[in-house]
């Protein structure tokens, strides 16, 4: 059966660093795009960051361009997103998700899912 775990999250103060981190089994992780969605209490899941299938092309939304760096180690079936200059308002909870078909900033486009990380950032 497929599965996602995410880890890495955590409490930081504004201006730190968290890498979270994506594991994958079940499927064939070279073939997938893989994504991280975010979503903050109160507010819609929304797109973070992604990574296509050769790892060779990445994108963000806005508000992380430039803190946030997605990469993928296809031997470890992993995905990772380096977030650094951590501000509060990225207080969230941060799935992976992987789509077949490629990279897609909606989340009803998404085919797998994980359960989520947390990741709080204080001022």
């Known amino acids: 059966q497929v599965q996602l775990v995410e880890s890495g999250g955590g409490l930081v103060q504004a201006g730190g660093s968290l890498r979270l981190s994506c594991a994958a089994s079940g499927l064939t992780f070279a073939r997938y795009a893989w994504h991280w969605f975010r979503q903050a209490p109160g507010k819609e899941r929304e797109f973070v960051a992604a990574?296509?299938?050769?790892?060779?092309?990445?994108s963000y939304r806005d508000s992380v361009e430039g803190r946030f760096t997605v990469s993928r180690d296809n031997d470890k079936n992993t995905v990772y997103l380096q977030m650094n200059t951590l501000r509060p308002e990225d207080t969230a909870v941060y799935y992976c998700a992987a789509d077949l078909r490629g990279v897609f900033m909606t989340s009803y486009a998404m085919t797998y899912w994980g359960k989520g990380t947390l990741v709080t950032v204080s001022s």
């Open positions: 990574i296509n299938r050769s790892g060779g092309s990445t």
